[in-house]
C-alpha cells in the first residue's frame, strides 16, 4: 500500500551538493517518522537523518553539519539535501517510513533499520575524489 520512491540521485566530485527526494504515496506523511538509510558495498545499512515528531530531526555525526532533512506534507515528500560531499558518501540511498508512535523514542533509535516498516528502492551517490 505505502509506496516510496526516491530520486535525484547522481555522480558528483567531492565538494559538490545533491538533494535527494523521496515521494510517499498510500499515506500521509504528516502521520510518519521518515528518515534517509545508506549502504555501502560491504557494509551495514546506515542512518543518515530522521525527521519525527515536530518537526525533529536527528543525524549520523559522519553527516552533522553536512546534511539537511525536510519534509514538505502537503506533496508527501521527503528531501536529503548534502553538501560538501566526500567519497564516503559513496552509497546507495533509501527512504524509510514508519508510522508515528505515541511516545517519543530515544533519538538514536530513529537512525535503525529495524524501527522503519516502508522502504524505498534507493538511489545510488557516488562522490568521486
Known amino acids: 500500500q505505502v509506496q516510496l520512491v526516491e530520486s535525484g540521485g547522481g555522480s558528483v566530485q567531492a565538494g559538490g551538493s545533491l538533494r535527494l527526494s523521496c515521494a510517499a504515496s498510500g499515506y500521509s506523511s504528516s502521520g510518519y517518522n521518515m528518515a534517509w538509510f545508506r549502504q555501502a558495498p560491504g557494509k551495514e545499512r546506515e542512518g543518515v537523518a530522521a525527521i519525527y515528531g515536530v518537526g525533529r530531526t536527528t543525524y549520523a555525526d559522519s553527516v552533522q553539519g553536512r546534511f539537511a532533512i525536510s519534509l514538505e506534507n502537503a506533496k508527501n515528500t521527503l528531501y536529503l539535501q548534502m553538501n560538501s560531499l566526500k567519497p564516503e558518501d559513496t552509497a546507495m540511498y533509501y527512504c524509510?517510513?514508519?508510522?508515528?508512535?505515541?511516545?517519543?523514542?530515544?533519538?538514536?533509535?530513529?537512525?535503525?533499520?529495524?524501527?522503519?516498516?516502508?522502504w524505498g528502492q534507493g538511489t545510488q551517490v557516488t562522490v568521486s575524489s
Open positions: 524509510a517510513a514508519r508510522p508515528g508512535g505515541s511516545w517519543y523514542l530515544p533519538r538514536p533509535r530513529y537512525l535503525e533499520v529495524g524501527l522503519y516498516n516502508y
